[in-house]
């Protein structure tokens, strides 16, 4: 090879290789997770022939939303049986307040890293102290699940998205954000429910970074006009839930964000599907073949 034609030869494989080094690999979501109460019906019926199912869908990860009165050794037993893990689990208000050391104990058990309580009774909701009571008992709980190593957090719908007298004028959830220790108090946003309620994740992410160790994948049809959104809730909206990747959230745009949020969980979940195992399976595929 002539002199000329090797330096080249060799400038051009440099600049190639710089070229691909530089260019940005495509992400996906991994791994994918669903929360069970998409296919609760089914898990009330056949606990362990439901969890098999979802794990031939191609489903790593799943997050409870109770028991169905299995113990925690056998709920472990039946995931390493279907090579799955449960990193999360839903636990009502009255958890929190009444058996808060037992929700610890069984999450070791069963693997959980993740406890998050996912509703507050509108009666308290809509009390004087009701948001500053909810606040201390979420730092407490946090605090002693965090010196257990197991990190506490929060699930929103939209009505933490609608001003509350009781707070001056605020929104609820930016009254959690604040007064609760944001290491032992973290949010597992509804992506679905956040946008419904016409408010941007993507922002919330850049004011909280780290604040999201999970997330809730739900799509909707139909949003909500934007006069309509700031009242608009789960119930009005419910018609319209869909499959992931068939609806209006922008997946890309928020995903892209998910490191700056500190994302490590993507939970799957359609509140009311015709069939659930067929939902499940329309949005894994969708997420699986996802790159952002």
Known sequence: MKRRTFIGTTVAATLAAKTSWAAPMPKQVRPI????????????????????????????????AGYFDHSPKDI????????????????????????????????????????????????QRNSPDGWKRAAELFNKCGESAHKAGIQFAYHNHTFEFQTAESLGG???????????????????????????????????????????????????????????????????QMGFLTEVGNGKIPWKDIFANSGKAGIQHYFVEHDNPKDGFASIKTSYDFLSKLNY
Request: net charge negative; hydrophobic share 40%.
């Open 33 to 64: 997770g669903v929360q069970l109460y998409t296919v609760r019906d089914s898990m009330k019926t056949d606990f362990e022939g439901t969890i098999a199912k979802v794990a031939a869908v191609g489903y790593k990860e799943v997050e409870f």
């Open 76 to 123: 472990r037993a039946i995931l390493d049986k279907n090579g799955l893990s449960a990193p999360s689990c839903h636990v009502p208000y009255t958890t929190l307040e009444k058996s808060w050391p037992e929700a610890l104990e069984a999450a070791h058990i069963i693997g959980h890293k993740l406890i998050v309580n996912p509703w507050i009774e509108p009666a």
């Open 170 to 236: 605020k929104l609820p959830y930016d009254y959690l954000l604040a007064n609760c220790d944001k290491n032992n108090v973290k949010m597992e946003l509804d992506l679905c429910w956040i946008t419904v309620a016409g408010k941007d994740p993507i922002a919330y992410f850049n004011n909280n970074p780290g604040r999201f160790p999970a997330v809730h994948v739900k799509d909707i049809s139909q949003l909500p006009s934007p006069e309509d959104a700031p009242t608009a809730g789960p119930d009005k």
